[in-house]
T-cell receptor, first 114, second 111 residues
């Protein structure tokens, strides 16, 4: 869907290097989220944002930081990549937090740390 | 954190068969979403159910929310290969801020 795009789609990086993943939305939604998806663990929340410069930690935030300087962009940074951070990363957006609102997901970034 | 259970974990059927997958929790859902995810893509929202006993239909898919809002089912009639994918249920966490997801049912519909 054109409303949310993630870049890059695939990345291979070396252990110890910093990596930044980008999520860009054109829906002007207030809420943005980063999840990681791993076999046996499903989808786990890393960080989320409820507005520009307003972010908070999720379930598995250690080793990750985020920034949101504009409504449309939410960046996820792996400060020093480790092999345990090899995963598929999904960005999601939501118009609100009420019970009737669901997520729109991006297509994901497959990150391999070697 | 509210835990969601889904069953079955895997399901492989022939085209044209009917099937039902389930989502349940020990806690009451405030609302429940169903998503379908295809390989290499992100989950896509299918439906949101909010009211106990609610039934929603999306073409050949029927979603039901339990009266006590602790369980939900997804029934597919006359399954087609295009229905193949990972079906996850999801609901708001205890703080109402974010979603938690079930482990999913991986459906394979064979032609």
């Amino acid at each position: 869907d054109a409303g949310i795009t993630q870049s890059p789609r695939h990345k291979v990086t070396e252990t110890g290097t910093p990596v930044t993943l980008r999520c860009h939305q054109t829906e002007n939604h207030r809420y943005m989220y980063w999840y990681r998806q791993d076999p046996g663990h499903g989808l786990r929340l890393i960080h989320y944002s409820y507005g520009v410069k307003d972010t908070d930690k999720g379930e598995v935030s250690d080793g990750y930081s985020v920034s949101r300087s504009k409504t449309e962009d939410f960046l996820l940074t792996l400060e020093s990549a480790t092999s345990s951070q090899t995963s598929v990363y999904f960005c999601a957006i939501s118009k609100g937090t009420g019970g009737s609102y669901g997520y729109t997901f991006g297509s994901g970034t497959r990150l391999t740390v070697v | 954190t509210q835990l969601l259970e889904q069953s079955p974990q895997f399901l492989s059927i022939q085209e044209g068969e009917n099937l039902t997958v389930y989502c349940n929790s020990s806690s009451v859902f405030s609302s429940l979403q169903w998503y379908r995810q295809e390989p290499g893509e992100g989950p896509v929202l299918l439906v949101t159910v909010v009211t106990g006993g609610e039934v929603k239909k999306l073409k050949r898919l029927t979603f039901q929310f339990g009266d006590a809002r602790k369980d939900s089912s997804l029934h597919i009639t006359a399954a087609q290969p295009g229905d193949t994918g990972l079906y996850r249920c999801s609901n708001r966490d205890n703080y109402g801020q974010n979603f938690v997801f079930g482990p999913g049912t991986r459906l394979s519909v064979l032609p």
